[in-house]
């Protein structure tokens, strides 16, 4: 029977804390789950080496074991069965990928569709869970997005979405910004054994705007002006994300990058409360300049040196 370098599997080093252990397996497990691979035989072995060698080093005590014995395994017999209820309600939950779910560790999957853990670890452990786990299984989380404009986040909007033959209308509200998410109950994979069907998570994002940058309930707009509005000041109209033209004011003496606040028409928010409009200033430098222009530039920077 083969040694199982369980650290090689998982990508990581010996002396690997168990937070680099856990994020090492999510991403392995993420990348050859059966729900994201199916009819791939080779990404269905994967998942399950990686599952069998979270299983152990993600367990202080089986980790000390194995680090114990090492290639002498084989003169180990195991004198306890284990408690595998414990690695059942960690991995029958989903894992976590930024502010969203996405697939679930599915143990039917893995004890019955994927013929459980290897000789190898039963000769360390004892016998699987897998006949032992009758209880009902929760189906997998669904993951999705939508694509919306900022007009859609700002007013809100709505979706038809297909979930199992089934349509449903999808309600954006208000004020949505970029990255949030909306959970639907119930409309994940099915469960098994009785167990309830999954959830399906679609995250918004919000499409790129020609003059509009989305920062939270803020926006911001990118104002050109050229450099002697800059020095002397000026006023500049602009058209709002509603199309409502403003007048901009350019205070004299504005610096690039400068951010002008016009309060209260940003993106709504908590019923009646909005955001803030950013007017950024971006100088324009002009590039081809004439002799007399450039004559009276050297004139302003000779003056500007004297004055110090």
């Known amino acids: 029977m083969e040694f199982k370098d369980y650290y ?14 856990k994020s090492a397996y999510r991403k392995l497990a993420m990348k050859y ?19 069998e060698a979270n299983e152990v080093l993600s367990d202080p005590e089986k980790r000390k074991h194995y680090d114990e014995l090492g290639e002498n395994w084989n003169r180990y017999q195991s004198t306890s069965q284990g408690n595998y209820d414990d690695w059942f309600s960690r991995n029958a939950s989903t894992f976590r990928n930024g502010n969203f779910y996405t ?111 989305q920062r939270n309930h803020s926006l911001i707009y990118n104002l050109d002006i050229d450099i002697y509005t800059a020095i002397l000041g000026g006023v500049r109209e602009i058209k709002n994300n509603e199309g409502r033209t403003i007048r901009v004011k350019i205070p004299p003496g504005t610096d690039i990058g400068t951010l002008l606040r016009i309060p209260s028409m940003g993106i709504p928010y908590d019923h009646e409360k909005r955001g803030d409009l950013f007017i950024k200033v971006c100088v324009h430098i002009p590039k081809n300049i004439t002799t007399q222009q450039k004559k009276l530039f050297m004139e302003l920077a000779s003056i500007e040196k004297n004055k110090r």
């Open 33 to 51: 789950h059966p729900d994201k691979n199916q009819g791939n035989k080779e990404a269905e072995q994967k998942f399950k080496e990686i599952t």
């Open 8 to 21: 090689s599997i998982l990508g990581v080093k010996k002396d690997a804390s168990q937070d680099q252990i």
């Open 103 to 213: 697939y679930s560790a599915d143990a039917e999957d893995i004890f019955e569709n994927l013929g459980g853990f290897s000789d190898f670890f039963e000769s360390f452990f004892g016998p699987t869970f897998a006949s032992q786990v009758k209880q009902a299984v929760r189906g997998g989380d669904y993951e999705s997005e939508i694509h919306i404009s900022l007009q859609e986040a700002v007013n809100g909007a709505e979706r038809q979405i297909v979930v199992h033959g089934k349509k449903l209308r999808i309600r954006i509200a208000p004020g949505t910004t970029d990255g949030q998410v909306l959970r639907l109950v119930g409309y994940g994979a099915p469960g098994s054994r009785g167990g309830r069907s999954g959830d399906l998570y679609i995250t918004i994002r919000i499409d790129k705007h020609p003059f509009f940058e």
